[in-house]
């Protein structure tokens, strides 16, 4: 996936360990991915939903992140702060979470 141009902000969920998810509007550089994520990006699919992916620190595991989430569709756990975000397929970008996602808050 590629990001957006750097000068827009897009409106994710983002969540930490242990706190609760919030709506937040980020910036769309690497940077400001990498910020969110304490680190080196990498996404992956949000299990059964189209045009959604989840940020996360490629390398979390390894430098011992907190753990954040259960994925059961991957059997696997997510650690460190992520990032839940839209995917426009059609362009190969990241863009703002549509309304009808805001109800992943509840991940």
Known sequence: ????????????????????????????????????????????PFPGKENVDIILNDVGKLIG?????????????LVGPIVVIGVDERNCMWKSLPEEEKTLKTI
């Open 65 to 77: 992140m907190e753990r954040n989430i259960i994925v059961p569709e991957y059997g696997d756990i």
């Open 1 to 44: 996936m590629t990001l957006v141009l750097e000068d827009e902000k897009v409106r994710v969920i983002y969540k930490e360990p242990g706190k609760r998810c919030e709506i937040r509007e980020i910036g769309t550089s690497l940077k400001d991915y990498q910020d969110c994520v304490h680190g080196d990006i990498e996404s992956i």
